[in-house]
């Protein structure tokens, strides 16, 4: 028998998808969210994680009274099924307000909405019971790097934090990088840079990050290395564990699907910093292939957690003493073979 594992995973609504891409529409009906709830519950998830709307489809067009009762009304779904909200993100990619950016456009309205809707998510945040919000700078960043003034892009970014952070002083904000993808280059594309500017804010302990693997692979990093680094100075406060194959469009692939090695690699450091017992979340940030039927609409989540509970037990079965004398031998030979061996299991 194995021993219990102390994680608590998530998902979000749009990590169950239609299959829709940029060259083909839809492939799959729309599930209703109460079936995803459903199924998120069946398969052994403990949170969802959120964009505002999600929670509130149709934002832009409902009074800040109306948001809030919905927001609300999706609470008591979640309270009734046992499910918290793990994070609210905004989702400040689809506006026509913010075809050039959000808080780094050129065109100050477009900034004042961005901001806006921003500290409206930190509402619907506190009326679900959740108070960490996620910022995926999705269109902070150029498509020609004359466009836009780089530091003042950063001091763009601090100024909207600041109002977020002075909003409401109970949240906290996680910043997910990365580099590339709807832009060209974007502004804050490694955990890094997060940090950096985190540490340019008014409160750099309510800023930190969370982590995708599919985006440090996009800038060229080992997202085990992007973890530890978080990790170091207390601020890996989610990740979003997916997989990619290479530089290319990010594929979210099931965990594991591209390189099992490096999610071995990523639930060992996830072991060996206790993550979870401070209350973080293992969320999945993976979507379907094109091709899958219907029928099979919630596998990739299912079977991204059960590699991750796979590799828990293969990171606890590592023998480190082992490890630890051929490290001290310099013998890095064995321990590049030792782990295949262990991976590939007798
Ligand atoms: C996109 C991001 C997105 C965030 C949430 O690449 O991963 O899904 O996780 O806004
Ligand atoms: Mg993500």
Not at 28 to 33: E, M, Y
Not at 126 to 133: E, K
Not at 271 to 293: I, L, M, P
Request: hydrophobic letters at 40%; charged letters at 25%.
């Amino acid at each position: 028998m194995s021993k219990p594992h102390p994680y608590r995973f998530s998902f979000g609504p749009w990590n169950i998808s239609e299959g829709a891409d940029p060259y083909g529409p839809a492939v799959r009906l729309p599930k209703p969210f109460d079936w995803k709830l459903a199924q998120l519950r069946k398969l052994g998830f403990e949170a969802m994680m959120f964009h505002d709307d999600d929670i509130v489809p149709d934002i832009d067009n409902k009074s800040a009274p109306q948001v809030l009762r919905e927001a609300g009304e999706l609470r008591k779904k979640l309270d009734d099924a046992g499910v918290i909200a793990e994070i609210v993100a905004p989702r400040l990619w689809f506006s026509p307000q913010t075809i050039d950016g959000a808080y780094t456009s050129n065109d100050p309205k477009a900034r004042k909405y961005a901001i806006n809707r921003s500290l409206q998510t930190i509402d619907i945040a506190g009326a679900v019971g959740c108070d960490l919000i996620v910022l995926w700078f999705a269109r902070e960043g150029t498509y020609l790097r004359e466009a836009k003034d780089g530091r003042r892009s950063v001091e763009l970014l601090v100024e909207a934090i600041n109002t977020m952070l002075m909003h409401d002083r109970k949240i906290r904000i996680a910043i997910e990088p990365k580099p590339n993808e709807p832009m060209d280059h974007a502004y804050i594309p490694t955990i890094g840079h997060a940090l950096a500017l985190s540490n340019l804010t008014c409160d750099p302990k309510r800023v930190g990050g969370l982590i995708e693997t599919a985006h440090c692979i996009l800038a060229g990093l080992d997202p085990s290395d992007e973890m530890d680094f978080a990790l170091s100075a207390g601020k890996l406060w989610s990740v979003h564990l997916n997989d990619q194959n290479g530089l290319k469009f990010d594929q979210d692939k099931p965990f594991g699907s591209a390189n099992l090695r490096s999610a071995f690699n990523q639930v060992r450091v996830l072991e060996r910093n206790q993550f979870g017992s401070r209350g973080e979340c293992v969320a999945f940030d993976v979507h379907s292939f094109r091709s899958t039927k219907i029928e099979h609409a919630v596998d990739h989540l299912a079977n991204s957690r059960k590699t991750f509970l796979r590799l828990v037990e293969k990171a606890r079965t590592f023998d480190e003493g082992k490890a630890g004398e051929l490290i001290a031998d310099r013998n890095y030979q064995a321990l590049d073979q030792m782990v295949i061996e262990h991976l590939l299991g007798s």
